[in-house]
T-cell receptor, first 119, second 117 residues
Framework: GAVVSQHPSWVICKSGTSVKIECRSL??????MFWYRQFPKQSLMLMAT?????????EQGVEKDKFLINHASLTLSTLTVTSAHPEDSSFYIC???????????????FGPGTRLTVL | AQTVTQSQPEMSVQEAETVTLSCTYD???????LFWYKQPPSRQMILVIR??????QNATENRFSVNFQKAAKSFSLKISDSQLGDAAMYFC??????????????FGKGTLLTVNP
């Protein structure tokens, strides 16, 4: 159980274009989803926290106008990298927490990641 | 602020042997969760094991077990009978139990484990 998918797994785009990455919880309802960025050989850096039906909360230093997050349903969150530039090239990972009846959400399950290359 | 420290950037182990990965953390919270995640070359983050701070018993999952020392704020991962497929980056992570719905995981910098045949 607790499977999270991401699409696409990799994308190459031209500088100035926008790219949308989807994150889906396949077998559970995710009240909260998280978006991370990971540089080679480094740990995960949290970009934003997204709750279904409300605006995302961005971490300090993350441009909300550059990285648009939408969490329209309990199983889908999207990250749109707007006007992408080569410095936005990275590995983007989403995660989701499962709301269990009578308990607090705690364990995050991760998607397989999306490798973005901006030319 | 919470911090998670993994003091071993790299470790290696012979196949079939045992290896222990270290993790320490700093928090003022009394109730929290600790995790070990594995990230193989595919880069998929895989949950290895989870420990609830209020439980004194150390969590185990098959060949993986932890040594949770709450007073010392230490949470090490032991991998027994190491297999080639265990080769990966291992991340220790912490999250407080309190804090509403926006739980944020704090990760360590990771330990790269190599398994030698």
């Amino acid at each position: 159980g607790a499977v999270v998918s991401q699409h696409p797994s990799w994308v190459i785009c031209k500088s100035g274009t926008s790219v949308k990455i989807e994150c889906r919880s396949l077998d559970f309802q995710a009240t909260t989803m998280f978006w991370y960025r990971q540089f080679p050989k480094q740990s995960l850096m949290l970009m934003a926290t997204s709750n279904e039906g409300s605006k995302a909360t961005y971490e300090q230093g993350v441009e909300k106008d550059k990285f648009l997050i939408n969490h329209a349903s309990l199983t889908l969150s999207t990250l749109t990298v707007t006007s992408a530039h080569p410095e936005d090239s990275s590995f983007y990972i989403c995660s989701a927490t499962e709301r269990l009846a009578g308990s607090s959400a705690d364990t995050q399950y991760f998607g397989p990641g999306t490798r973005l290359t901006v030319l | 602020a919470q911090t998670v420290t993994q003091s071993q950037p790299e470790m290696s182990v012979q196949e079939a042997e045992t290896v222990t990965l270290s993790c320490t953390y700093d928090t003022s919270e009394s109730d929290y969760y600790l995790f070990w995640y594995k990230q193989p070359p595919s880069r998929q983050m895989i949950l290895v094991i989870r420990q609830e701070a209020y439980k004194q018993q150390n969590a185990t999952e098959n060949r993986f077990s932890v040594n949770f020392q709450k007073a010392a704020k230490s949470f090490s991962l032991k991998i027994s009978d190491s297999q080639l497929g265990d080769a990966a980056m291992y991340f220790c992570a912490y999250i407080p139990r309190s804090g509403g719905s926006n739980y944020k995981l704090t990760f360590g910098k990771g330990t790269l484990l190599t398994v030698n045949p």
